[in-house]
């Protein structure tokens, strides 16, 4: 009774161990080990320059994209964070009542 114990916790260590090798990428021998140098791919195309060095806040223009709801102002948008906590509150109330109801 022992040995089909063991038997079975190796059966299902080695499904798991093929289960995880099923989602390792394959790679072929021939692009393994390749012996092609690999040519630079410049990002900015065929212009050397970068369109800018760094992002920060002095180069970044005053009238940057703002959304309506980066206009509002911290009391504006009160309304709106109590309605997403009550939209994903609300369900879980709901079904608590309805279990507590059904006893």
Do not use: H
């Amino acid at each position: 009774m022992k040995t089909v114990g063991y038997i079975t916790l190796l059966v299902a260590f080695m499904s798991c161990a093929l289960m995880s090798q099923a989602f390792v990428p394959q790679t072929s021998v021939g692009t393994a080990f390749s012996t092609k140098a690999r040519v630079p791919v410049s990002v900015n195309g065929f212009m050397g320059d970068p369109e800018r060095e760094s992002l920060s806040r002095e180069s970044e223009p005053e009238d940057y994209f703002q959304t309506n709801t980066d206009k509002m102002s911290d009391e504006e948008k009160i309304p709106i964070a109590l309605a997403g906590l009550a939209g994903i509150s609300l369900p879980f109330i709901l079904g608590l009542i309805a279990l507590y109801a059904a006893k």
